[in-house]
């Protein structure tokens, strides 16, 4: 009888922090930040670029993400760590690609905070008392921007999220759960009154009809451009906030697929019915007025708060009273649970040796990464500066988590080969098309979402390899990783490639309400020297290509049983 090899085990007590978080707190967590300021103003954003057919880009939208979500189910339960998004490639690939997609996991998670912040201030902004904080659009400008007084009523919200997170991860949880539970309610309440009280189907049709004129070239763009530049993307990510608490999590390899998958379910069939009710329910008088879809930008109540000023002109003030208040609980909720997220990405990123070692320093009672906590609102409190608006961030943000989630299908291809033998608690079905196939479209993403977004993120992952490269050079982290230069050779070619993709591509400014369209007016990128769906067949040529350059210089066996050492640990002799 031939003796078998003992199943690795996972040791779940490595990362030092509370382990007491279960299935509602994780998937509500994940919800609490899916369901946030997206609701309020995605709709809007994205018939704004598309008109009616951004139902479809949510559809899309909703697909990728699904399977991007689905990815992160098999690594959330096979590593149920701390910051665990901006570590699974670490543990395929090494220091170099960890480190890569760790500080667009920090940075992404990090402005989420501040984004929605934003949106509390603005929707508010349509009360007397609050008129100041909110100032409409400019002639030339797609976007409104916060006043001072209003960066200043931010910054204090910011202030107050940094206290709470200070409490403690099981306070936090419990009281997301009534928190999220309350922002599911209303979107739903909201769909069901517009359906039975204030529906106009002849909406669709109206404003130059459902498709944007110009052919169909035109509209498939304005489409796609809708899914990052129109919030649709942004609404829909946050799945990943379970996979970031797994450290803390009581059951982690049932839960955690459990809490990705729900989540992101839920969120995607209301999210798409939520833009079919906008659309139904504005005044028509108010779609004849501005001709055009691209027009309603300029009107400043909607701009400001959307579904509250269509609430308020079909003269449903009940509701209007309680999206008002909703203004409030979803966005602040969404951001209270992405500062305690980003806070963890930092303390996974010290754990892996790229940021200094007070990164993963928890105070002794309540287990929280006080000093990670602090210096994520910094960091998140210097985006209001140069982006004080939702519509002038919702890109960056976007960008940043599409290629946070970019790492994942990879490092899944690649474990899938060296560790097959790890315990998965769930296993992504034909995971050798899926895996390849959701890396692709995560790429495209990014690349729809304008040549000003991707040479900004590739300028923002400039200063953070000069950070960690500080860290190292002033001993800031005994753990400070050798670079595993053989096994992330793909990673300059993939990043700077989709650069050039992107310069050459059709995809220049960051859509209609907001991006950053300094970047593409003065570096004259994205002017559609590589036409549409050309661009597209290379990107995706491009990106298969990386993805199997990738998975032939993965990190060898050994190399993979010392990084995973600390969740499953050798055998003893």
């Known amino acids: 009888m031939v003796a078998t090899a003992p199943q690795p085990t996972q040791n779940l007590e490595a990362e030092g922090l509370k382990r007491d978080v279960g299935l509602l707190g994780l998937m509500w967590a994940s919800e609490g930040s899916i369901i946030g300021s997206g609701w309020l103003f995605g709709a809007l954003a994205a018939l704004v670029i598309a008109g009616p057919a951004a139902v479809l880009g949510w559809i899309v939208a909703s697909g990728i993400v699904v399977l991007l979500a689905l990815v992160h189910a098999e690594l959330g339960g096979l590593f149920p760590v701390t910051g665990g998004t901006s570590r699974f490639p670490h543990y395929a690939f090494g220091s170099l690609a960890g480190a890569t997609f760790g500080w667009f996991a920090y940075i992404q998670a990090a402005t989420v905070a501040p984004i929605e912040v934003l949106a509390v201030v603005q929707y508010a902004s349509v009360a007397s008392w609050a008129k100041g904080w909110y100032k409409p659009p400019i ?55 517009f359906l039975a009280f204030k529906f106009h189907g002849s909406n669709f049709s109206a404003g130059g009809g459902f498709f944007l004129p110009g052919g169909f070239n035109d509209a498939a763009k304005g489409i796609l451009i809708a899914i990052p530049g129109g919030g649709i993307v942004f609404s829909l990510l946050g799945f990943e906030q379970a996979v970031q608490l797994g450290g803390e999590s009581a059951r982690p390899q049932r839960d955690l697929p459990r809490a990705v998958i729900g989540s992101i379910i839920i969120g995607a069939i209301l999210y798409v019915l939520l833009q079919v009710v906008f659309i139904g329910a504005l005044n028509p008088a108010t779609i004849a007025h501005y001709k055009t879809w691209a027009n309603l930008a300029k009107d400043s109540a909607l701009g400001a708060a959307p579904f509250y000023t269509v609430a308020k002109i079909a003269a449903l003030g009940w509701l209007a009273w ?112 899926l895996a390849p196939l959701s890396f692709v479209l995560a790429n495209f993403i990014v690349y729809w979402a304008g040549w000003g977004t991707v040479s900004l993120l590739m300028l923002v992952l400039l200063i953070g390899y000069g950070l960690m490269a500080l860290s190292t050079v002033l001993h800031l982290n005994p753990n400070a990783p050798k670079l595993d230069w053989g096994a992330s050779v793909w990673i300059f070619p993939y990043l700077i490639g989709m650069t050039l993709i992107s310069y050459f591509g059709s995809f220049g400014k960051s859509g209609v309400l907001g991006g950053l369209g300094v970047f593409a007016d003065k570096w004259i990128g994205g002017q559609g020297d590589l036409p549409i769906w050309w661009d597209l067949l290379a990107l995706a040529v491009f990106s298969l290509v990386v993805y199997f350059m990738a998975m032939r210089s993965r990190l060898p066996e050994a190399d993979v049983d010392k990084y995973v050492a600390d969740v499953y640990p050798p055998p003893v002799a």
Do not use: H
């Open 139 to 193: 002639v030339g400008a797609s976007v409104g921007t916060l006043s001072g007084a209003g960066i200043g009523v931010a910054c204090g919200l910011m202030v107050v999220f940094v206290i709470i997170n200070l409490i403690g991860i099981r306070w936090l949880a419990n009281s997301n759960t009534g928190i999220t539970t309350w922002k599911v309610l209303v979107p739903a309440l909201t769909v069901i009154v």
């Open 322 to 433: 309680i999206l008002r208040v909703d203004a409030v609980i979803s966005p602040g909720g969404t951001g209270l649970i992405y500062l305690t997220s980003a806070s963890r990405i930092g303390f996974g990123l010290s754990r892996n040796g790229y940021v200094p070692k007070q990164f993963e320093s928890t105070n002794s009672r309540t287990k929280i990464p006080v000093f990670g906590v602090i210096v994520t609102a910094i960091i998140g409190l210097l985006f209001l500066l140069p982006f004080p608006s939702w519509g002038s961030l919702v890109n960056i943000v976007t960008g940043a988590s599409v290629l946070m989630y970019a790492g994942a299908p990879l490092a899944l291809g690649a474990l899938r080969r060296t560790k097959p033998n790890l315990p998965r608690s769930y296993r992504l079905p034909a995971a050798g098309i």
